[in-house]
């Protein structure tokens, strides 16, 4: 660790060795906190290069505990810390992709840098957030969508948490998560706040050889496909990757007016999903239709924007989607 830190003072990369060298040696735990902490500060100084990020990644895998069910799944795990504190968009669009025989397996956490995450707001609609990996892979074949907890599946990341909780700002660690997921998601949505992680990312996922993930940076800073304004979106199939823009407004959405995404506590984002499974109209159904339409187009369920949208609000509208997290709640709840 100490060569590694002494190459970012220096603002100098890390090889692929001492990148491997340093994630190692968080994980074993043999890092301090105020190592961890430099390694973090240190990366976020210099800028992440897609080697470093990928050498992470690699490291991090080599310690997870495995999941013992399918890769072709989908997952909607973006990098969070976006600052706007919005609903839970990607969790609620992960429903509503289950819904349309998307099978979904979402990798996640409790708030690191935000108000709710992932695993609180499904925690506070019911569902079991902290299945172990048999279980978890029971839950997908019989709910069709399963919650892989960081927690569970990370371990050894607990020797990282104390100091990038600290920091609260968005490190490296954020981008770890959407490329770490357990399963090893064959298909992937993943939203950005920013132009350097939007490449970033974009950049590891072709080393990392994704089969189909889609990867998008709106301008308004959201880390979700906004309804607001439009999004540069890198997808990549099978190593390669295609750069495009994506205009909500050609697809025919209107403008969220500000603050009607805003969400709050896990309480009060496990109702607004709710309101959005039951049919509630408006910018918060808008927003999650746009971003399940991207879980579609990845999956091969639909290459048009237009048709993909259609088909989430049909499993919306009949019922299906809130038959899904019903099913999701109990099955997970099943002893």
Known sequence: MWEALD???????????????AMTSVMRGEASPLQVAGLAMGMAGKGVTAAELTAFVRTVR?????????????????????GHGTFNISSTAAVVAAACGVPVAKHGSRSVSSRCGSADVLEALGVNVDLPPRAAARCLEEAGITF????????????????????????????????????????????VPDEDAFELLAD???LLGAAHVMVFCPQDGLDELSTSAPARVAETREGRTRRYVLD???????????????????????????????????PRRDIVLLNTAAALRITGRHEDWGRAMARAAEAIDDGTAHDVLDRWVRVSRAR
């Open 62 to 82: 080599e310690f997870s505990e495995p999941f013992p069910g399918p890769s072709e799944v989908l997952d909607t795990c973006g990098t969070g810390g976006d």
């Open 204 to 206: 590891a996922l072709e």
């Open 148 to 191: 892989l907890s960081a927690t569970v599946f990370h371990p050894a990341f607990k020797h990282a948490m104390g100091p990038i909780r600290e920091l609260r700002v968005r490190t490296v660690f954020n981008l770890l998560g959407p490329l770490c997921n357990p399963a090893r998601a064959e298909h992937q949505i993943i939203g």
């Open 7 to 21: 190459l970012l003072a220096h603002r100098r990369d890390l090889p692929e060795a001492e990148a491997r060298r």
């Open 248 to 282: 909500p407004a050609a697809l025919g959405l209107p403008a969220a007016a500000p603050g009607s995404l805003t969400g709050g506590t896990p309480e009060q984002n496990a109702d607004l999903t709710r309101r959005v499974l039951a049919g509630e109209r408006g």
